[in-house]
Structure formats: structure tokens, C-alpha cells
T-cell receptor, first 114, second 113 residues
């Protein structure tokens, strides 16, 4: 079984709709992240959480919100989706106890906003 | 702020050719450096990493050396295979920034038989 899972894997929605992307992990890591990937731009950090009570904005947080429901779960919401939020979204986790900590990525959610 | 610059692709090679992907970085402190690989339809996975100057990371025939004097972390493989076709991302993580990753734009590599 995958250590980091994302649901749904693909989603098509309309402008103005609220949607939620979910991420779960079984690695026991304390840190979780949400990124978006656009062609040619690498990955950009949306939000990150160092523990359940610690949520921080990343580079491109406008139009997004998150919820860390438990150590193992981190959800990303688009309150009112717009077409330029069409992208590939990745969740990642890491263990703060490791120097040069590696981030482990989920398989991604492909979102299309019409 | 921190930044990572890597060569643009796509890079097209024949099987058994030598691969180099250049990566340079800008950071205020002493970052850890990473190469991640993304195979078609999949998420990113760690290929190799180095946490201090002059360290060499290696995995699956790939190597990269942390060069502080040139702020570089170039990825190399001596003989590529078709299965190496993927997008490769250079990234850095700086402790002072809470170990968040800063990514380069990615380099697509296509290996032809």
C-alpha cells in the first residue's frame, strides 16, 4: 500500500465551485505539505504544516485553505475554484527529526477547472 | 530568497549515452540538496541527496556532488536506459526556512532505444 495517498486522483469542476483535495499518510511523519505543479514551473508550495496546530502559508496560498485534521491527514480546499487553478496538486510528508529531511510525495491529483 | 536554476529540456539521448543535467542554487545558509525524479503519471520520488559540501549522493547509477564553491549540484549518469526517461527536479532545503523545499523548473529527459 502507498504511504502517501491522495483523493481524488482526477477531478473536473466548474468555476465558482468549492472542492476539497485530501491527503493521508501512514509514514508517521509530523510535517505535511501541499504543492501545485504547472508545466515548466516546477513545484510551488501552497501550504505546509509542521504539526497539527501549526499551519503556514507557502508561496502561492491565495485562493486556497487547508485543514490538518490529524497528524496523518491534511486537506486542501479551493473555496471558489477558478480556471487558473487548473494544475497537478501534490501532497508530501517529511520527518522533522532527520537532517536534510526527505519529502515523500503522493501520486498527485489532476484538477481541471472549467 | 532561495532559488534553484536547472537546465531547460527536453533533453533527448540515445540509450547508453552520458547524461548531465546542470543545477545551480542560491541560498542564504547551508542547504541540503536533492534530485527528485518524476516518471510519467507518477508523483515525485527522491533520487539522491547531499546534506553538506563535497558530499556525493548516488543512486541507480546517478551521481551528484555538492559543490559549495560553485553553488552547483549537477546530476550525471554514465549510461542511460530507456527507463530513465522522466522529469528530473533539482531542489534545496534550508533549515532556517523550516526545511521547505525550493524546486527548479524540472528537466524532461527522453531516452530513445
Amino acid at each position: 500500500d502507498a504511504d502517501v495517498t491522495q483523493t481524488p486522483r482526477n477531478r473536473i469542476t466548474k468555476t465558482g465551485k468549492r472542492i476539497m483535495l485530501e491527503c493521508s499518510q501512514t509514514k508517521g511523519h509530523d510535517r505535511m505539505y501541499w504543492y501545485r505543479q504547472d508545466p515548466g514551473l516546477g513545484l510551488q508550495l501552497i501550504y505546509y504544516s509542521f504539526d497539527v496546530k501549526d499551519i503556514n502559508k507557502g508561496e502561492i496560498s491565495d485562493g486556497y485553505s487547508v485543514s490538518r485534521q490529524a497528524q496523518a491527514k491534511f486537506s486542501l480546499s479551493l473555496e471558489s475554484a477558478i480556471p487558473n487553478q487548473t494544475a497537478l496538486y501534490f501532497c508530501a510528508t517529511s520527518d522533522s527529526q532527520t537532517r536534510g529531511e526527505t519529502q515523500y510525495f503522493g501520486p498527485g491529483t489532476r484538477l481541471l477547472v472549467l | 530568497g532561495d532559488s534553484v536554476t536547472q537546465m531547460e529540456g527536453p533533453v533527448t539521448l540515445s540509450e547508453e549515452a552520458f547524461l548531465t543535467i546542470n543545477c545551480t542554487y542560491t541560498a542564504t545558509g547551508y542547504p541540503s540538496l536533492f534530485w527528485y525524479v518524476q516518471y510519467p503519471g507518477e508523483g515525485l520520488q527522491l533520487l539522491l541527496k547531499a546534506t553538506k559540501a563535497d558530499d556525493k549522493g548516488s543512486n541507480k547509477g546517478f551521481e551528484a556532488t555538492y559543490r559549495k564553491e560553485t553553488t552547483s549540484f549537477h546530476l550525471e549518469k554514465g549510461s542511460v536506459q530507456v527507463s530513465d526517461s522522466a522529469v528530473y527536479f533539482c531542489a534545496l532545503s534550508e533549515g532556517a526556512a523550516g526545511n521547505k523545499l525550493t524546486f527548479g523548473g524540472g528537466t524532461r529527459v527522453l531516452v530513445k532505444p
